[in-house]
């Protein structure tokens, strides 16, 4: 099992410019909330490959980890789990004028990890968490799950638009 850290000292991995280290590390990225419903991977760590590199003027950062989310499926709100690949690439540079060179996850030689690999998994979220590829959601009637339904289970009448209530009346004089 590796190691977990939530901050790490940059300079103890790689004191000197042209220096580069591979370190494996377990990440505790916590919990995301979309729609107000949890998502958060069980046991709250996952193995992460962090790749250092020290420049002249400060790191180069790559962040790799597979995330088992757990959370509700977005169409029928039963328990879901995915895996989440997330590959993230960070730039540090001390005294940088352009904000791409300045990371905010790194302060002064210290690597925010744990709120980097929060931000990094939050990025790679898929754009719909599913229970399964062809999930089918909710009936819009009854509410019920339509994943194990029979076809033709959730035929429902549909009642008449209130707001053509005039137009209808129209018709029957």
């Not at 916590?30 to 790749?51: M, S």
């Not at 977005?74 to 791409?100: F, I, T």
């Not at 009637?141 to 035929?155: I, Q, T, Y």
Request: charged letters at 30%; one cysteine or more; a negative charge.
């Amino acid at each position: 099992m590796a190691p977990k850290a939530d901050t790490l000292d940059l300079s103890r991995f790689v004191p000197a410019p042209g220096d580069g280290r591979r370190v494996d590390i377990d990440v505790a990225p916590g919990r995301l909330v979309y729609g107000g419903q949890p998502y958060e991977i069980e046991g709250g760590t996952t193995p992460a490959r962090l790749d250092l590199s020290r420049t002249t003027s400060g790191y180069a950062l790559r962040l790799r980890f597979g995330a088992p989310l757990e959370g509700p499926c977005v169409r029928c709100l039963e328990p879901a789990g995915q895996v989440v690949s997330v590959d993230a690439r960070e730039v540090a540079a001390r005294d940088a004028v352009e904000d791409e060179l300045q990371s905010p996850y790194v302060n002064d030689d210290e690597l925010e990890l744990a709120t980097w690999a929060h931000d990094a998994l939050a990025l790679a979220m898929p754009e719909k968490f599913l229970c399964r590829p062809d999930c089918a959601g909710l009936c819009g009637a009854c509410g019920e799950s339509l994943n194990d339904a029979a076809p033709g289970a959730h035929d429902h009448e549909s009642a008449p638009d209130p707001r053509w209530d005039k137009l209808r009346e129209l018709e029957s004089e």
